[in-house]
């Protein structure tokens, strides 16, 4: 799997406002009077009829989970008797968008049915932040802090739910990292919204079960003396203050289109986000399997119904503290260590470092630890000059290094390569703060072009999930059908541009860590 790129008229590039068109439904209110109903109860009631009526046009379609609302649509979102492609719509955004061809004949479940994004605005619980016990800027507690922060995920739904047979907190948390409230504990996570289009073969896009995305592909001898090649995948949740931030950055006023203000593409302070990460690799992928009693899960991902078995490998948390300094963010990293005591999946899920900046100019390396303890084959795969990296993950960059990069639209690779790579490497290793935008650093004719002119380049808070999301909202061609009126479908989605912006072709980039050829 390579970085795909595509050449898209900079004219869908433009983050401008779409249209909205207000429309009322009008009806006679007289029965309120009559019995003793308010007449905006009433309305309120006649107006749900007047959607049902509407959704009871739409095309419907089997492959969903029972009692969500299941649309057959084209590969865009768009409602359509003849698509390919079956959304499950429970909300206002949908849960997935897949291909009809990767559903298994009479498949029954598991369906990736997440908490929904419009409920986030509340329900955020207050106090104080577990890890906010340690100072991760003192050698001696970052063993702490990352515990900590691993404590905090796996005290989720998310975690819990995929080994219901582990009940006790005995399972899941090291005493090393303190206690988790039961507020905090009991909060909805949410995964990042709109990951939904395009074939789940390809990077970013969810699949039915899990709701799991395609990462990179590890190469034979990458990993631990691997003897071929293997898939990765993911699932990313975040608590209920990031995915506040997520339901506060789309607009879903007008029917069938998801807007995002960009200005608001910035976490608040203690965001949180962990991402499971889990590989396709069989056995005997390695002369010795690494993830023997690994968690494991099977997925859809295939265009031929043919589910995958896939075992967790790695955990990434990021957490917005600002203690980390210039970048505001700590990355952590943790991998499955087969050696560890105990029959818990979670509990040998080891610490493989921090990160919390990217050390411009280095080495050395000051602003990554990497925990001495760590499996070797982790400590083996590291990012550039030993920055902190994950088993998963190309060796090119690192960690903080890739999310820099978290911008809209997405004119810049993950990973620094070709002309861009021989004359503005270091890019790829400041310490830019969540709100300052990556820059365009794009190959054409030997040279790396640099140029942002005509481009409104937003920061993306170093959440690659979040600039994926904006920038394909960004091209103009991607649709909700959850919120899809087929009496008033949409027709323009972008303002036409300004003449500066059509003078030319601007590559978009696929977010993905696996390096172009």
């Known amino acids: ?66 009692g969500a609302r299941c649309l057959s649509v084209t590969g865009t979102g768009r409602p359509q008797a003849s698509g390919s492609f079956v959304a499950q719509c429970r909300g206002r955004f949908a849960d997935f968008i897949v291909p009809k061809a990767t559903l298994p004949n009479g498949y029954d479940g598991p369906w990736f049915q997440p908490n929904l994004l419009e409920q986030a605005s509340t329900g955020v619980p207050s106090g104080s932040r577990p890890w906010r016990a340690f100072d991760p800027r003192d050698p001696d507690e970052r063993l702490a802090y990352a515990l900590a922060l ?108 998801d807007t995002p203000r960009l200005n608001r593409m910035r976490f608040a302070e203690h965001s949180f986000v962990f991402k499971l990460l889990f590989s396709a690799a069989p056995a005997n992928a390695f002369p010795q399997d690494l993830l023997t009693g690994a968690l494991q899960v099977d997925i859809l991902p295939n265009p031929d119904a043919d589910p995958v078995r896939v075992r967790l490998m790695q955990i990434d948390i990021a957490v917005k503290d600002k203690r980390a300094g210039a970048t505001g963010w700590y990355f952590a990293t943790y991998a499955y260590d087969r050696s560890l005591p105990g029959t818990s999946p979670w509990k040998k899920m080891a610490p493989v470092g921090l990160m919390w900046g990217n050390d411009p100019g280095g080495p050395p390396i000051e602003q990554s630890w990497i925990n001495p303890d760590a499996p070797a084959y982790a400590r083996a795969h590291l990012g550039v000059d030993d920055r902190l990296n994950g088993p998963v993950d190309n060796p090119a960059s690192a960690c903080m290094s890739c999310h820099s990069t978290a911008q809209a639209p997405v004119v810049a690779s993950m990973l620094p390569s070709g002309a861009c790579a021989q004359t503005h490497r270091d890019d790829w290793f400041r310490n830019l703060s969540g709100t300052t935008a990556f820059g365009r650093r794009q190959n054409s004719g030997g040279s790396c072009q640099t140029s942002a002119s005509g481009l409104d380049l937003a920061a993306a808070d170093y959440s690659l999930q979040m600039a994926a999301t904006v920038d394909r909202a960004l091209d103009g061609d991607t649709f909700n059908p959850c919120t899809w009126d087929e009496d008033n479908p949409p027709t323009a989605l972008v303002a036409a541009p300004v003449d500066a912006l059509r003078r030319e072709d601007v590559e978009r980039f696929e977010v993905t860590r696996d390096p172009p050829e």
């Open 1 to 66: 799997m390579h970085i795909r790129r595509t050449r898209l008229a900079i004219a869908l590039l433009a983050p401008l406002a779409l249209a909205t068109c207000a429309r009322e439904d009008v009806r006679d209110a007289a029965p309120a009077a009559a019995t003793g109903t308010s007449a905006t109860a009433v309305a309120r009631e006649e107006a749900g009829d007047a959607v049902d009526a509407r959704t009871a046009l739409l095309p419907a379609a089997s492959g969903c989970a029972p």
């Open 150 to 257: 691993r404590n905090y995920a796996f005290s989720s739904a998310a975690a819990r739910a995929l080994t219901p047979n582990l009940s006790a907190d005995s399972h899941y948390f090291d005493p090393g990292g303190g206690s988790v409230p039961a507020s905090q504990r009991n909060q909805k996570w949410y995964p990042a919204p709109r990951m939904f289009y395009g074939p789940t073969n390809a990077p970013g896009t969810r699949e039915a079960a899990h709701g799991m995305t395609l990462e990179r592909t590890v190469r034979v001898g990458e990993l631990g003396d691997n003897t071929i090649a293997f898939q990765n995948y993911a699932v990313a949740y975040y608590d209920a203050r990031g995915g506040r931030i997520f339901q506060r950055l789309w607009n879903t006023s007008e029917d069938g289109v």
